[in-house]
């Protein structure tokens, strides 16, 4: 193998070495902000009011953001819409639902649901670690030969 493919090799190699583990720690940094403000937060009750589908076409149905309203401790009323959402049928107009909020951020609430709270972090250590798999095999593989020519 000549010195310019040995390169390209070894660049395309470290970057399969790369991307799992830049996405395990976005994972893992996600996952970590998740814990702190679920520990910080404030807990209250609060009513979803409306539902925005902002893409009508998703691959497996509607991709909806669910809008909820709830009254912080310092008795105003707050509207939020959630960052993450889901399928349509995953809330209905008018469901109770349990809130968390930082007290000093009440607009930045979200709604206390695993999904809504730990699907982001999932996804990208899912990813990571099935990305991962693959440079895991191509090094075991190139050792083996290595170590039984």
């Not at 107009?93 to 695993?114: C, M, N, W």
């Amino acid at each position: 193998m000549n010195t310019m493919a040995r390169a390209l090799a070894y660049l395309l190699f470290g970057f399969l070495y790369a991307v799992p583990l830049i996405l395990l720690a976005l994972a893992s940094t996600l996952a970590f902000k998740r814990v702190v403000f679920v520990h910080d937060a404030l807990r209250t009750d609060g009513t979803i009011i409306n539902i925005r589908c902002p893409n009508q076409s998703t691959r497996h149905g509607y991709q909806c953001l669910p809008i909820f309203r709830f009254t912080a401790t310092d008795g105003q009323i707050y509207i939020v819409e959630s960052p993450t959402g889901g399928n349509f049928s995953d809330f209905k107009i008018g469901e109770p639902v349990k809130v968390l909020y930082p007290k000093d951020q009440p607009h930045t609430a979200r709604i206390d649901s695993f999904a809504h709270l730990w699907a982001t972090p999932l996804i990208f250590a899912a990813l990571g670690a099935s990305i991962g798999i693959f440079p895991l095999m191509i090094s075991r593989a190139r050792w083996r030969q290595r170590r039984h020519p």
